[in-house]
């Protein structure tokens, strides 16, 4: 069962003293010494990050630059770590950032309730391996107001979250539709529900990705949309995953003419397999420019690479 928010104790966060004021002229008091001149820590809200590694590598370096000083060393000696070296494992995703540890650097880090809250959320949601726990924890980040990263992720989420939201928008090309959610619902293969044609309709509005013409027809704000790198890998997974299941489906319910399903299982070295994924990259983008050069399409249809290891590494004979 994966872990739930915790209470936890909070610290204040430390401050630095502010130097002594001049003396002026005729006290007796020994004067002041000449404080140097420090350049204002970088400014960082946890809120605009959607990975805590990236949070925790900004963070340590503005307090490794300010007057804090803080090292690797003095870092493993405050949270516990066994080594010096175990921060850079878990900024670089080489190690996990454990519940008990979780515990002890949000007192270090001197987070508000509500932002101890948003870190453990932030921690479990990169952490967690299910799609559903990734789900879980996603949608406590969203619930944040101060999440900033909303704006983007919450729509890229929101749209590849059913397969059907991309097949609607896409069949609005081909089909006039001013209203009728059960002759648009019968237009998908496979089909929806009218409640779910209607909730595709009210979402791609809500997000911006159609709009209405003056004869009342719902049409695409743009001809081809992609999901670009900065997509949240949940919400791309997801949308793949749903991806396949279409395919498995088609296997059996659509005919041999309008499909084209392929497998192939080869050997090839790792200079080879970068070269496999250069290709089918351009040739996605050759689909894409074909698509949207065609003037009268008639009908959707979903494209799909899939290209994966089938055994380890070995040496070659």
Known sequence: MPPEVRHYLYRTPMTTPRPTAPVPDGDDRAPAR?????TPPIA????????????????????????????????AREIGFKSPGHFSLIVN???????????????YLGLSKKEAEYFQALV??????????????????????QFRV???????????????????????AVHSFKGDYAALAQMIVPSINTDEARKAIETLKRLGLITRD???????????????????????????????????????????????????TVSVSKGTFEEIREETRNFRKRILEMAQRDPKPDRI?????????????????
Do not use: C
């Open 124 to 145: 479990l949601y990169n952490q967690a391996k299910a799609q559903e726990d990734k789900k879980r924890y996603f949608d406590r980040m969203l619930s944040f107001k």
């Open 150 to 172: 909303r704006s983007i992720a919450a729509t890229q989420y929101e749209f590849l979250e059913k397969w059907y939201y991309m097949a609607v928008r896409e069949v609005l």
């Open 44 to 75: 960082i809200s946890l809120y605009d990050y959607a990975d805590y590694r990236a949070y925790l590598k900004d963070w340590y370096k503005r307090e490794r630059d300010s007057e804090r000083k803080i090292s690797y060393r003095s870092l």
């Open 214 to 264: 003056a004869q009342g027809r719902w049409l695409r704000v743009e001809t081809v949309l992609a999901a670009g790198p900065e997509a949240p890998a949940l919400a791309v997974n997801s949308f793949l995953s749903q991806a396949m299941d279409l395919a498995k489906s088609a296997l059996d319910n659509i005919p041999k003419e309008d499909r084209v399903l392929a497998a192939t």
């Open 34 to 38: 000449d404080v140097p001149e420090t």
């Open 93 to 107: 995703a080489k190690a996990n950032l454990s519940l008990k540890i979780l515990d002890r650097f949000i007192r």
């Open 301 to 317: 249809y979903q494209f799909q690479f899939h290209v994966f290891p089938l055994s380890k590494t070995g040496m070659a004979p």
